[in-house]
C-alpha cells in the first residue's frame, strides 16, 4: 500500500495504523506544519489493508456510542483542585476513582521541552502533571501499545485524549479486552500544531534573554474563569523565577488567526453529539446564565454520561464533585464542536507559506498584529 490515508485531511494522526500493522511497516512522521502522519515502508509491506480498515476516520461512525445519555454540571469540593484545573475539576475527580481502586491514568502531558505527549500514571503526582488543557497534539507514541498491555494485565484504564485519539485507540483495542477501559473525551474545538507552539516558545524565550520556559499553564485562573476570559490565561514562567508572564499571542494564531490546527480538524467526524468515549469533559460554558448559584470563578466542568461506564463514573466523581443533571441543550448551544468541526479561512495555505518563507515573526507581525 502506499498511502494509508487519500487526503490529510481524512487523518488524524491517532497511531492505530501503525501499531495494527503485522509488519511494522509505519512510522509516524512530522509534515511541514509539524503534525504526526503515517509513513509506510514500501518494502516491508504486504498489502493487507490492515491500516486502512482500522482507520477511526473511515469507520467513525460505528465506534459511536449512540443510545441514552446525560448532561451534568461538575464543580470539584476542593478548592485547591479548582484552582489548579482548567474547569470544574472533572478530570481530576474521575482520575482520582481510577487510581483509588489501583488503576492506570493515560493523558496529554508535558516532556522535559514542553512538547505535548501522552504519559502513563499510576500516582496523582503523575496524573497531576495530566491535569489542565494543552493546546497542542500530543504525541501518543506507543500509547495504544501500553494500554493494550495493561488491560491484558487486568488493568483499569482511563485514557484521556481528543475524540479522534479516543476513536483510535477504541478501533485498535480488541473488544475482549476492554471490560476495565473507561475512555474519556474532550469536547475538542481543534488541534493546534506541535511546530507553532514550539516555534512561539522559542520566540519567547529569545526575548527573555534566551532564558528558558520553565512552567507553561494555557488556561490559568489568573483570571475568574468566564468564557470571555478563556482565551486570556496563557501565561508561563521563565528561569524559574516565580513570576508569571501573560500573554495571547498563541490564542490569536488558534482562536482568531485560526490558521494552526491539523487539516483533518475540518473535516472531524466526531464534533457530533454522539460520542466515542463513556465520558465527556469540557467547560461547562453558560452555567451562569442557567444556574448562577452553580456558577463559581473557579470554574464548573460539563460531564456527558454517553453510556452504562460513564454513569458509573459519574456516580463515583459525586463523592468529590457537586453534580447536577442538566439539559443537554444548554451545552448544544454553547458548545459549537457538538454539532460542526471549525472552519479555517481562505488563507490557510498563504499562513503556512508564509511561515516558511518568511519565519515565525513575520507571520506574527502579517496575521496577528495588523489583521
Ligand atoms: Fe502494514 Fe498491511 Fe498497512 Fe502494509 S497494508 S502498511 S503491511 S497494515
Given at each position: 500500500m502506499e498511502q494509508v490515508y487519500k487526503n490529510k485531511k481524512d487523518c488524524s494522526g491517532c497511531t492505530a495504523c501503525q501499531h495494527i500493522c503485522p509488519q511494522n511497516a509505519i512510522t509516524m512522521q512530522a509534515d511541514s506544519e509539524g503534525f504526526l502522519y503515517p509513513v509506510i515502508e514500501q518494502k516491508?509491506?504486504?498489502?493487507?489493508?490492515?491500516?486502512?480498515?482500522?482507520?477511526?476516520?473511515?469507520?467513525?461512525?460505528?465506534?459511536?456510542?449512540?443510545?441514552?445519555?446525560?448532561?451534568?454540571?461538575?464543580?470539584?469540593?476542593?478548592?485547591?483542585?479548582?484552582?489548579?484545573?482548567?474547569?470544574?475539576?472533572?478530570?481530576?475527580?474521575?482520575?482520582?476513582?481510577?487510581?483509588?481502586?489501583?488503576?492506570v491514568v493515560y493523558g496529554a502531558d508535558f516532556d522535559e521541552d514542553f512538547n505535548v505527549c501522552h504519559s502513563r500514571a499510576e500516582t496523582k503526582a503523575e496524573r497531576d502533571r495530566q491535569r489542565v488543557s494543552k493546546y497542542a497534539q500530543s504525541d501518543l507514541k506507543d500509547t495504544f501499545v501500553k494500554v493494550k498491555t495493561d488491560l491484558q494485565a487486568g488493568k483499569t484504564v482511563l485514557f484521556t485524549g481528543t475524540p479522534c485519539q479516543v476513536a483510535g485507540l477504541k478501533a485498535y483495542l480488541p473488544r475482549h479486552i476492554t471490560e476495565n477501559l473507561y475512555l474519556c473525551d474532550l469536547i475538542c474545538h481543534s488541534i493546534p500544531s506541535p511546530l507553532i507552539w514550539q516555534e512561539y516558545k522559542k520566540w519567547q524565550e529569545e526575548k527573555h534573554s534566551g532564558g528558558k520556559m520553565t512552567r507553561v499553564m494555557f488556561r490559568s485562573k489568573l483570571h475568574p474563569w468566564t468564557r470571555n476570559n478563556s482565551n486570556r490565561g496563557f501565561s508561563?514562567?521563565?528561569?524559574?523565577?516565580?513570576?508569571?508572564?501573560?500573554?495571547?499571542?498563541?490564542?490569536?494564531?488558534?482562536?482568531?488567526?485560526?490558521?494552526?490546527?491539523?487539516?483533518?480538524?475540518?473535516?472531524?467526524?466526531?464534533?457530533?453529539?454522539?460520542?466515542?468515549?463513556?465520558?465527556?469533559?469540557?467547560?461547562?460554558?453558560?452555567?451562569?446564565?442557567?444556574?448562577?448559584?452553580?456558577?463559581?470563578?473557579?470554574?464548573?466542568?460539563?460531564?456527558?454520561?454517553?453510556?452504562?461506564?460513564?454513569?458509573?463514573?459519574?456516580?463515583?466523581?459525586?463523592?468529590?464533585?457537586?453534580?447536577?443533571?442538566?439539559?443537554?441543550?444548554?451545552?448544544?448551544?454553547?458548545?459549537?464542536?457538538?454539532?460542526?468541526?471549525?472552519?479555517?479561512?481562505?488563507?490557510r495555505s498563504e499562513f503556512w507559506q508564509d511561515l516558511h518563507k518568511n519565519g515565525f515573526e513575520y507571520v506574527m507581525d502579517k496575521y496577528v498584529y495588523k489583521k
Open positions: 516491508n509491506c504486504i498489502d493487507c489493508g490492515l491500516c486502512r480498515d482500522i482507520c477511526p476516520f473511515i469507520n467513525s461512525e460505528s465506534l459511536k456510542n449512540g443510545g441514552q445519555q446525560n448532561c451534568y454540571s461538575c464543580v470539584h469540593k476542593d478548592e485547591d483542585v479548582l484552582k489548579a484545573s482548567t474547569s470544574g475539576g472533572a478530570f481530576t475527580a474521575l482520575s482520582d476513582y481510577i487510581l483509588e481502586i489501583g488503576g508561563f514562567e521563565m528561569n524559574g523565577d516565580g513570576i508569571l508572564h501573560e500573554d495571547n499571542i498563541f490564542y490569536d494564531l488558534f482562536f482568531k488567526v485560526s490558521t494552526i490546527m491539523r487539516p483533518s480538524c475540518e473535516n472531524c467526524k466526531f464534533t457530533t453529539q454522539n460520542r466515542v468515549s463513556a465520558i465527556t469533559i469540557a467547560d461547562y460554558w453558560g452555567i451562569e446564565e442557567y444556574s448562577p448559584e452553580t456558577y463559581t470563578p473557579l470554574g464548573v466542568s460539563v460531564v456527558l454520561a454517553n453510556n452504562a461506564k460513564g454513569e458509573k463514573l459519574v456516580y463515583h466523581m459525586k463523592q468529590r464533585a457537586d453534580m447536577q443533571q442538566r439539559d443537554i441543550a444548554e451545552q448544544l448551544k454553547h458548545q459549537k464542536r457538538l454539532s460542526e468541526p471549525v472552519k479555517y479561512p481562505s488563507f
